[in-house]
């Protein structure tokens, strides 16, 4: 069975600093991976997925991510965090389903807070 | 914009009751997905439903129910309502896959906060 961890809860960081959400991954086959991130209120917005090819992946609102088979991770990355990055945030794997159709199974969330 | 829209940001019922949530979506997706998020279990899989007429459980059905006959709605059924449902409850769809193993993304809905009294 799928599954993910986000090992650190709660993530607090300077605005201008460097961030790294950390992501590992079970899954038997080649693995699926999304990056969602949740503002206070809302829904799940994509950031980044990776399915194949360059194991670095860019997303929106300058974030990127890393494959690392070797590890079985897919840690999401930004240079230099802005306030309004301050969101909760889900690493995913995508898991076949019937039909050939896929499922989800995320994780259980990492919570960035941003101080200026 | 794909846009998926929930009927309720905000719902309080009482045990015992029948709640119905509701789920639309407008870009003609085979799939939709109904999750409940709570705080330090991230989001589960109650349902999902890959045609009309179809679905298939999830990781937690037990207490739900679930209803497509169109295309582009899809509900979740409360049939009698326990305090233990009191979440956060976020709608999904995402187009089929192609050759079986494409990965799509899912696109959420806002979100519907259930409190059950």
């Known amino acids: 069975a799928q599954s993910v961890t986000q090992p650190d809860i709660h993530i607090t960081v300077s605005e201008g600093a460097s961030l790294e959400l950390r992501c590992n991954y079970s899954y038997g086959a080649t693995p699926y991976l999304f990056w969602y991130v949740q503002s206070p209120g809302q829904g799940l917005q994509l950031l980044l997925k990776?399915?194949?090819?360059?194991?670095l992946v860019q997303g929106i609102k300058g974030f990127e991510a890393e494959f690392k088979r070797s590890q079985s991770s897919f840690n999401l990355r930004k240079p230099s965090v802005h306030w309004s990055d301050a969101a909760e945030y889900f690493c995913a794997v995508g898991g076949r389903a019937n039909f050939g159709n896929e499922k989800l199974t995320f994780g259980t969330g990492t919570r960035l807070t941003i101080i200026p | 914009d794909v846009k998926v829209t929930q009927s309720s940001r905000y719902l309080v019922k009482r045990t015992g009751e029948k709640v119905f949530l509701e789920c639309v979506q407008d870009?003609?997706?085979?799939?939709m997905f109904w999750y409940r998020q709570d705080p330090g279990l991230g989001l589960r899989l109650i349902y999902f439903s890959y045609d009309v007429k179809m679905k298939e459980k999830g990781d937690i059905p037990e207490g739900y129910s679930v209803s497509r006959e169109k295309k582009e709605r899809f509900s979740l059924i409360l049939e009698s309502a326990s305090t233990n449902q009191t979440s956060m409850y976020l709608c999904a769809s995402s187009p089929i896959t192609s050759g079986g193993l494409k990965g799509e993304t899912q696109y959420f809905g806002p979100g519907t906060r259930l409190l059950v009294l």
């Open positions: 870009m003609d997706h085979e799939n």
């Open positions: 990776y399915f194949s090819g360059d194991t």
